[in-house]
């Protein structure tokens, strides 16, 4: 199995790390000291990956791409497919809206309630930066500007049931969202 030379280390573990361990020899069927070193290479993948994105950042490409529900576009693609899109239908931008609606409920089975807390969300699909004006202003920047219509008609349906009480406005490149 390992061909280098071991070392004895003793270490103290609280009862919460014991458990832990127990539990994933079981899992896995080995011994503690394979558990303890499979931890520690998998903590230094860990730390590398937070060196190009925040851990939540990666949780939440994680829970996208997990569910085979989202796929990855290169940005070029993305803005050459809107660029191609135009106008669109009112159909498609119906679907959109619609789109939108259902994400709400997504995110409310996940509580993720709050305007910040969506608009955070949705930010790691790396459609805009997000600049937080105020507790009730919100600047999305868009990473491709032909996006604007695409992403203000799917913000539309995600706050639909705000519709008085919020306001989502289009500018060159930006869309402002803000609470009334």
């Known amino acids: 199995m390992y061909t280098q030379p071991m070392e004895r280390l003793s270490v103290s573990l609280s009862e919460d790390s014991i458990q832990l361990i127990n539990h994933l020899q079981a899992e896995r069927q ?3 000291a394979d558990v303890i070193r499979r931890a520690l290479h998998s903590l230094v993948i860990l730390e590398e990956m937070k060196k190009k994105a ?3 950042d990666i949780k939440a490409y994680l829970e996208y791409l997990s569910s085979m ?3 990855i576009v290169d940005i070029a693609h993305w803005k050459a497919m809107l660029c191609e899109i ?3 239908s009112d159909q498609f931008w119906r679907d ?3 789109t939108g609606v259902a994400h709400k409920k997504e995110f409310d089975d996940k509580g993720i309630t709050s305007i910040r807390e969506i608009l955070e969300h949705i930010e790691k699909k790396n459609w805009y930066k997000l600049n937080v004006d105020s507790e009730k202003s919100y600047t999305l920047i868009l990473n491709v500007s032909a996006s604007s ?3 203000k008609s799917f913000f539309e349906g995600v ?3 705000l519709v008085d009480k919020i306001e989502i406005s289009e500018e060159f490149k930006k869309i ?3 609470l009334l």
């Open 149 to 151: 219509t695409f992403v």
């Open 86 to 88: 135009a106008e669109g």
């Open 30 to 32: 080995g011994s503690k």
């Open 159 to 161: 706050f639909s049931t």
């Open 96 to 98: 959109i809206y619609t």
């Open 54 to 56: 925040p851990l939540e």
């Open 69 to 71: 529900e989202h796929l």
């Open 176 to 178: 402002r969202i803000r």
